[in-house]
């Protein structure tokens, strides 16, 4: 929710990820030490690059396990790189400079596939590549937005997406998450296991 840049600042995404959390370890009995929160200023480029490829993630994931990597943050369209690429913004990330700063989606599941022994996989996504970039939207650009199916490359790995290329995801207006979030915790409480 808190970038090095204020005026990308979201109210919800830290609330999402902390609720998000809290669901895996109080209700569907993930081991604490199994899931890493990573908040605001935690949330940096490198750091996350760093525990997902090489300081946590490998080290903790069996070729058995189950791995489930959430994120809720901004997104950039397609529109906004040279080659056409999609970002995830970090805390620290520069909208004007996502190639340097940002985290490409492709670079993302390449790291996963590269760093770690499981092939099952599920990427949950609440970050949009087409909102106008309002403090309720989670976009940069009104532009299209990354294809889920490219994203999702080999067996056993799944990305679930708050939205379409046509779409933004947006903050609850009334109750403090994500409209995407609130819905996917509601939807795996009512369903159970």
Not at 100 to 116: D, H, P
Not at 161 to 166: M, Q
Request: with cysteine; proline share 3%; charged share 20%.
């Amino acid at each position: 929710s808190k970038y090095a840049k204020p005026e990308l600042n979201l109210k919800y995404s830290d609330q999402d990820a902390k609720d998000f959390y809290d669901y895996l370890v109080n209700e569907a009995h993930f081991a604490k030490d199994h899931v890493k929160l990573m908040l605001n200023e935690q949330a940096t480029q490198k750091a996350i690059l760093s525990e997902m490829g090489s300081k946590w993630l490998p080290r903790i994931v069996a070729p058995d396990d189950l791995l489930l990597v959430f994120i809720s943050s901004h997104g950039s369209s397609s529109q906004m790189d040279i080659q056409g690429s999609n970002y995830i913004v970090a805390h620290d990330t520069d909208p004007d400079d996502l190639f340097a700063t940002g985290i490409e989606m492709q670079q993302l599941v390449q790291v996963i596939k590269a760093r770690v022994r499981s092939d099952r996989v599920v990427l949950v996504l609440d970050a949009c590549h087409s909102g106008a970039a309002k403090a309720s939207s989670k976009g940069l650009a009104r532009q299209a937005n990354y294809d889920a199916a490219v994203i999702a490359q080999g067996t056993g790995q799944l990305v679930i997406a708050s939205s379409l290329p046509t779409q933004a995801s947006w903050e609850h207006k009334g109750l403090p998450n994500s409209v995407f979030t609130r819905s996917l915790i509601e939807g795996l409480r009512s369903n159970g296991n």
